[in-house]
Each structure stands twice: as C-alpha cells, then as structure tokens.
C-alpha cells in the first residue's frame, strides 16, 4: 500500500437508516445497468433489481433528466457508479477538473462502489471514446498508480479497476496483465471488478486459457464482477471476440461465471448492457439467472464487506 | 506512444503498428481496426443523437459520412459526449457538399443549443397563482420586474427552422417537408423544468422578453407596438412555465 493511502481513511456510504439495508442489498442481489429509457418504469413498478450502475460521464450535467431521475431512483436502490473517461492509462496528468466533477458526483450519489477502468482514453486535449489498452510494462505501471492514488485521494475512497477487454499485446509489455494487476492492487489498495465477459473476450482474442487466467486472477480483492455479451468478428485474418455489451450474456461466459464464483467466494454482480437495450425486464431475468448461481455457492469465510 | 497510437487511430498512419504483437502487418491492422472502428462508429453515433433533425435532413448515409470526416479533424475534448459538437454547425456551413441546403447549418446551431440547454440548470418556476397573487399584492403591477432563467436564448432566424424542429418532434403529425422553410421566425428557447423548450414567438413578443432579460421593469419592457398583447403573452409565459420569480 502507497505512503498516500495509509494515511486515508476509506469512507463508504454514510451510516443512514438506508445506507446498511441498501450495502446488504447490493451484496446479495444483482443489478442491472440503469439506461434512461428504464427511467420511467423503474420508478412506476420498482422492479425486484439489487442495485443500478451509472456511467458516471452520463451524469456530469449541472441539470436535464439524467441527473434528476438518478436522485429519484437512488432513493428505492443502491447505485454504483462506474467511470469511463478518466483515463487512468494515459500518459499524462488526470484531468483534475474531470475528477472533481467525478467526486462530486461520488460525494451526492455516496455509491456502494465506485469503480474505472485499466485502459486509457484521452491524450493532448483529445478524447477518443474507447477504452484503449496500455503497455504492461514498469513505466506504465507506475503511472497507473500514481494516477490511482490520485483519483483515491480525491473521491476518498477505494475504487475498484476493472480488467480491460484487448484487441492486441503489445511488444514491449515485460509481463502479463494478471501481474500487472495483481502489483496495481498490491501497490495502491485498489479493489478489482472482474469482468468475466471481458476475461473471454481477452483471452480468445489471444489465444490464452480463459479457466487458466481466473486461476491466477487476484480475486481477493475483487469487490465486483460484470458480465455482459459480446459479438464475434470472423474476418479471415484472426477471428476475433468484440465486447459489444448489446447482447445477452453468452453461455459461455455463464459457465465462466460459475467458475470465477467458486475462486472467489459470492460477489456482488451487475449485468451490464449499453446498446440494444431489451425490455428491462430481460435484464433483470439475467440478473436473477445470476442469483440463481449465486445461490448455489457457499461463503467463503472472509464475507465479501470486508474486502470492499 | 499514445501519440502514434492516437494518430493510427484517427489517420491511415501505419507507425504505431510495430507497438502491436501480431506475425504479420496484416493481422496487426485487423486488431487496430477495432480500435478504429470503436472511435469513429461511436462518435458517428453520438452525432447522430445529437443532430437528429441534420440527419434526417440529409439521409442517414450523408449524415454519417459527413460526420465522420468532421471527427477526424475535430475528435471531442471533453470525457462528457453531451458537450461534443459545439463547433459541427460550424463545419456543416463550409461543408460544400451540404451547401444546395442552406438552412442546415442553422438547424446544426440550434440542435446543439436545445441539447446544450437541456443540460443546463433548473430553476423553480412561478405557477398561476403564485403569479396572480404577485400582481395583486402591488399598487402598480407596471413597476414588477419579471424573471425568466438566465440560459434563456431569443433567436432571430430567416428560416423557418423553428417549425421543423417542432414538425421533427410532433410525434409524426406533420412532416418536414410540409414546413414553408423560406419564412423568417422568431425563436425562444427556454429551460422549463427538465427540458428546453422551443417557442415559436412574434417579433413584439422577442422585443418584450429581451426587455425582461435586460432586468426591465414591466411597464419599460412593453414594446411600442399596437400589435402587442400584455394579457395574451403574460398568459403564454405562465402557460410555459418560465417565470422564476416577480419583484
């Protein structure tokens, strides 16, 4: 743990009558994205859902819907908000003036987590709307944690970083990216949210053993899994799997979610959808299809609020 | 490194591909691709929610090409897409191919401006009674100063791009090209609750609103106009919602 963050204290949401049936909420029932076409009937019917997951970069605006039915619906349900534009890859300085309005948003939604992603997404004043992959070697490492315990520092909690689906490797990384998580975790505290979707789709793409990689994946620390469709890019050069988030979970990344639940005990689970969005009601049949497996694993000793 | 990999993503630039594990060039253009893919499909994507009324205007192909070639020179600043666009009407007015349609760029200007609106702040606004008792509690209503929110815009067009925008939201009802788009119009866009508003006004009733802005009082805001009327546009402005407060 940095020098940083041994002198912080981790505050997660406020100690209100709602705070701890919301926390037990969210470790035993899963979520579903929260997409503004659900608005409505989320609030009519209050739907048996354990919590929502924003992106927190839909949420930023001083007013306009989004950030009003957030504050509606984040009084029936626990929210957690996940980042996709911090770029905590990226080879220069966190755009402070995005992570204050970030923590804001933190600070007013006081989340059950608040997670991002290893990947990077903005350069020279350019934002390029993806999550694109980083080198895993020393130098970049030490920039992820940097920025890590910058982001920490400001939003005053542990933040959780999510494994990132690739397209490539690149030739200079000097390890893989199950060490390289492993010493981002080891270094600044971070939890982990393990995208199991995101692990199949790596891990094909590179010819990797998916099994083999949850193996070795730190999950200790995980304090969150996604999991979420992907499409298939069967050009003739290398086939490939594309995290598309708009389909639903495939059978095969059931089976690795069953698997991952074993290794790390029950875990608090979203089914994450951006486009294509079905009736909400068949989320919500994912995300029971994940109780349903949730059952059937039995704790493990350390129970899951200790790690988060 | 980001440099070169930023510049495969937004050019042709083939530099970056020796970063990429892969046997051959081939294979390592295939996994960049995605990327490439990823940025342009996306931001196309999210210019096309944003310029609804553009693209219909155009059809969804020129639209989309259209926008492509302006991400690639203009890729967004912000982590925030909703802020994406601000300079896109700019660029649709010096675009040649869009030029036969000479009204496109204004309605570019005023899709990006109801967005920018929308996400704006609100304001509590006055309801008919709590207007009603404001002007009774006073001796001269005519020194009430009227309050509109800050954000409000009045936009003088010399087309009709008002009656499109709400022909595009009617649900159907009329069609665009229904709309006498050779017609001048006056425009008030206004944050009413959740959402910006588009009111098609007169040109007494632009005078009298940019009065209010100005802080006048009621009486000095009144246009010198025999086709004006108070009672009527008073009406109107309870009616939408846009009265913050009466001093």
């Known amino acids: ?308 | 490194m980001n440099t070169s990999f930023k510049t495969a993503l937004l050019t042709e630039d083939t530099r970056f591909y020796n970063e990429i594990k892969a046997p051959n060039m081939q294979e390592q253009e295939v996994r960049l691709n995605v990327y490439r893919n990823n940025v342009v499909v996306s931001l196309v994507d999210a210019l096309c929610d944003i310029f609804p009324i553009t693209e219909t205007l155009v059809g969804e192909e020129f639209f989309r090409a259209m926008a492509r070639i302006y991400l690639l020179d203009n890729p967004p600043s912000s982590p925030i897409i909703s802020e994406y666009g601000v300079g896109f009407s700019d660029f649709v007015r010096n675009f040649d191919p869009a030029k036969s349609i000479p009204f496109l760029a204004d309605v570019a200007a005023l899709e990006q401006t109801m967005l920018t609106l929308t996400h704006s702040e609100e304001y509590d606004t006055l309801d008919h009674e709590a207007v009603s008792s404001a002007f009774v509690s006073v001796e001269d209503p005519g020194k009430l100063q009227l309050n509109i929110p800050p954000t409000t815009q009045i936009l003088a067009s010399p087309f009709a791009i008002g009656s499109l925008y709400q022909a595009h939201f009617s649900d159907g009802h009329q069609r665009l090209n229904k709309v006498d788009i050779h017609k001048s119009e006056y425009l008030l866009l206004v944050k009413s609750h959740l959402y910006a508003q588009l009111h098609i006004i007169q040109k007494e009733e632009a005078i009298f609103i940019k009065h209010l802005m100005q802080k006048k009082s009621l009486e000095d805001a009144v246009p010198d106009s025999g086709l004006f009327d108070l009672g009527e546009t008073l009406a109107k402005l309870i009616e939408w919602n846009i009265l913050t407060h009466i001093e």
């Open chain 1, 1 to 308: 743990m940095s020098p940083v963050l041994s002198e912080l204290t981790f505050t997660q949401a406020e100690d209100t009558p709602h705070s701890s049936s919301f926390a037990k909420r969210f470790r035993s029932r899963s979520g579903i994205s929260l997409k503004p076409a659900y608005y409505q009937l989320i609030l009519s019917e209050l739907p048996d859902v354990g919590f929502f997951e924003i992106h927190a970069e839909n949420y930023l605006s001083k007013g306009g819907p989004a950030r009003h039915y957030l504050q509606l619906i984040r009084q029936h349900y626990p929210i957690t908000v996940h980042g996709v534009g911090l770029s905590i890859g990226g080879e220069h300085p966190i755009n402070n003036q995005h992570l204050d309005r970030v923590a804001q948003l933190v600070d007013e939604t006081q989340p059950e987590v608040f997670s991002e992603h290893l990947a990077w997404s903005s350069h020279d004043n350019t934002f390029l709307n993806d999550l694109l992959p980083v080198a895993y070697d020393e130098a970049t490492l030490r920039r992820v944690c940097e920025h890590i315990d910058q982001i920490q520092s400001r939003v005053k909690r542990q933040i959780l970083i999510e494994n990132p689906s690739t397209y490539f490797e690149f030739n200079r990384s000097e390890m893989s990216e199950i060490a390289f998580i492993t010493e981002m975790s080891k270094r600044t505290g971070c939890g982990l949210l393990l995208d199991v979707n995101n692990v199949e789709v790596s891990c094909f793409n590179h010819g990797h053993d998916a099994y083999q990689y949850l193996n070795n994946f730190p999950v200790a620390a995980v304090g969150q899994i996604h999991l979420a469709g992907h499409t298939t890019d069967d050009n003739s050069t290398v086939p490939l799997k594309i995290d598309s988030h708009d389909e639903p979970v495939s059978p095969d990344v059931w089976s690795l979610y069953q698997y991952t639940l074993a290794l790390t005990g029950d875990c608090p689970t979203l089914i994450e959808r951006d486009g294509n969005l079905p009736p909400m009601a068949a989320l919500i049949e994912e995300a029971n299809m994940a109780n349903r497996i949730r059952e059937s694993i039995q704790p493990l000793e350390i129970p899951r609020e200790h790690v988060i």
